[in-house]
C-alpha cells in the first residue's frame, strides 16, 4: 500500500525513498517556465552505475564542446533547479572564462535576474561546479562576496549585473541550465 507523499523540497529520490520530484515544462517565446509536483513511487529501479556512467561520460565529453544556455523563469531552490537542469538538458550554468560569462549574460539580456547557477560551496571556502568539473578557478564574485552570512549560504547565484553572490541553497529563484552543443 503506497502512502501519500510528503517528500521536503531539496530531497531528491533515491532507491528507497517514497517520492520523486517532477516538471512540467511550456515554452513560451525564448522563455521556458517550469511548474514541480512530487508525485509517490511504488518501486525504484536502482540506478547508481547509471548514474555513475552518465556522470564519467559527461565529464569526459562536455569539455570538448562549447556551452548553449537556457534560462528558467521559473522559481525553484538550488537543488530544485539543478535536478531540472539534469534531467532536461546537462546541469546548471557554469562559466571557465570570461567569454562563458559574456556569453551567458548576453543570453539571459533583460532577464538578467538572481539567477541560480551550479555554483556550490564544499567544505569551508572551497566552490565547486555541480556538473563534477571541479573547482571554480574562474570567479566573478561580488565584492565582499562569498560572504556565507550566518553560515548559511553555500550556493551561487548570477545577480543583476552579472556577477557571483552566495546564497542559501533553499531561496527560490530563476536559474540558467546549459547544454553542450
Known amino acids: 500500500m503506497l502512502s501519500l507523499c510528503n517528500c521536503p523540497y ?14 512540467d515544462t511550456k515554452v513560451c517565446g525564448n522563455e521556458v517556465q517550469v511548474e514541480k ?3 509517490q513511487c511504488s518501486m525504484f529501479v536502482n ?3 547509471y548514474t555513475l556512467l552518465g ?6 565529453t562536455s569539455l570538448l564542446k562549447v556551452p548553449h544556455y537556457h534560462f528558467i523563469n521559473s522559481s525553484l531552490t538550488w537543488y530544485e533547479a539543478q535536478y531540472f537542469c539534469r534531467i532536461k538538458y546537462t546541469d546548471l550554468a557554469t562559466m571557465n572564462s570570461m567569454n562563458d560569462k559574456n556569453k551567458l549574460v548576453n543570453t539571459l539580456g533583460s532577464h538578467v535576474t538572481h539567477s541560480w547557477i551550479g555554483l556550490y560551496r564544499e ?5 565547486m561546479w555541480s556538473d563534477g ?3 571554480a578557478d574562474f570567479t566573478m564574485w561580488t565584492d565582499g562576496e562569498p560572504s556565507n552570512s550566518e553560515g548559511k549560504e553555500w550556493c551561487g547565484e548570477l ?11 533553499e531561496k527560490e529563484r530563476s536559474f540558467v541550465c546549459y547544454e553542450r552543443e
Open 133 to 135: 568539473r571541479g573547482r
Open 10 to 23: 531539496g530531497l531528491l529520490c533515491s532507491p528507497g525513498r517514497g517520492c520523486r520530484l517532477h516538471f
Open 37 to 39: 509536483y512530487w508525485t
Open 159 to 169: 545577480s543583476e549585473e552579472g556577477w557571483w553572490n552566495d546564497v542559501e541553497c
Open 55 to 60: 556522470k564519467y561520460f559527461l565529464m569526459s
Open 123 to 127: 567544505g569551508t571556502r572551497r566552490w
Open 47 to 49: 540506478n547508481d552505475i
